[in-house]
């Protein structure tokens, strides 16, 4: 298997083809592979996606392979941009993940892996698609620790929490609720649906942090449970308004290197080339 990597900065398994990356005058983004490859060669991209001219490299990256005679490609496309917008909320919108699978599909991959897939209509949009589980990476952020509780942010988060739980050996689980006014997006009424925690620690594990508001409303609730360490750990950290706030309410903060270029002040980023997944 050879690696074409997209991002000089992201190898998730180690140094890839000879690529040059550039933009034309007129705004076009192209590539150039510079070294010769076999018809008979296997080749996975490797794509951390944060823009729609992401997509279009993946594109021009699968026709250069092809005009090289290799039909063998995989992608390796960790963060799968658009996966939260999975349903229409108002007419007038596009189904945006419908677009973004419709041209990763028009390639023809032998396989399509994301890791941590928001839900499970991205995976079933795409072809071939395999989805890579948060286990490892949240075994990596806990090593140290003997005793905590997993905490599912949401409803919609129970199903992966619980298979996380059972692949952690069986995990206590304490699960929790907000609501989000579909209109504006505010987020409100976060409930914790236990007890007095006992300063027990509390891992809040979810595929995808972007403000950061679901888990700074439910840290509050968890501390006004006597919560003991708080620690956060997500898959995806776009962290777009910083990491000041969860700082404040969050012990300890872990993501991987699927979105990030680099680690933000008290993030612990844990990248793919250190082992997260293995083929």
Same mark, same amino acid.
């Given at each position: 298997m050879k690696f074409l990597n997209l991002d000089a900065q992201f190898?998730?398994?180690? %140094?890839?083809?000879?690529?040059?990356?550039?933009?034309?005058?007129?705004? $076009?983004?192209?590539?150039?592979?510079?070294?010769?490859?076999?018809p008979e060669?296997?080749?996975?991209?490797?794509?951390?996606a944060?823009?729609? $001219?992401?997509?279009?490299?993946?594109?021009?990256?699968?026709?250069?392979?092809?005009?090289?005679?290799?039909?063998?490609?995989?992608?390796?496309? /960790? *963060?799968? /941009?658009?996966?939260?917008?999975?349903?229409?909320?108002?007419?007038?919108?596009?189904? @945006?993940? %419908?677009?973004?699978? @419709?041209?990763?599909n028009s390639v023809g991959f032998n396989r399509v892996y994301l890791f941590d897939a928001h839900s499970e209509v991205a995976p079933a949009l795409l072809n071939n698609c395999v989805v890579i589980p948060n286990y490892t990476l949240v075994r990596r952020a806990l090593e140290a620790y003997e005793s905590y509780m997993l905490v599912s942010p949401?409803?919609?988060?129970? %199903?992966?929490?619980?298979?996380? @739980?059972?692949?952690?050996?069986?995990?206590p689980v304490t699960e929790c609720s907000k609501r989000r006014d579909v209109s504006t997006g505010k987020l409100s009424h976060f409930t914790? *649906?236990?007890?007095?925690l006992q300063g027990q620690t509390c891992v809040v594990a979810d595929d995808i942090c972007d403000g950061g508001g679901t888990f700074i409303?439910? +840290?509050?609730?968890?501390? +006004? %449970?006597?919560?003991g360490k708080l620690i956060l750990v997500?898959?995806?950290?776009?962290? @777009?308004?910083?990491?000041e706030a969860l700082r404040m309410m969050y012990d300890e903060i872990y993501c991987s290197d699927s979105f990030l270029a680099g680690d933000l002040p008290g993030v612990t980023c844990i990248p793919f080339s250190s082992g997260l997944f293995r083929l």
């Open positions: 190898e998730p398994f180690g %140094k890839g083809i000879d690529i040059e990356r550039f933009t034309f005058s007129g705004g $076009e983004p192209h590539l150039l592979i510079r070294e010769a490859l076999n060669d296997e080749v996975m991209i490797c794509c951390r944060r823009s729609f $001219e992401d997509m279009g490299l993946i594109l021009l990256a699968a026709d250069a392979l092809k005009r090289f005679g290799i039909e063998r490609l995989q992608l390796f496309i /960790p *963060y799968f /941009p658009a996966a939260r917008q999975d349903r229409v909320m108002v007419p007038g919108e596009p189904l @945006s993940v %419908k677009v973004y699978a @419709s041209l990763v949401d409803g919609g988060a129970l %199903k992966k929490i619980y298979k996380l @739980s059972e692949a952690l050996g069986g995990r914790v *649906y236990a007890g007095d409303g439910l +840290a509050e609730q968890l501390r +006004a %449970k006597n919560a997500v898959s995806h950290g776009i962290f @777009s308004r910083g990491t």
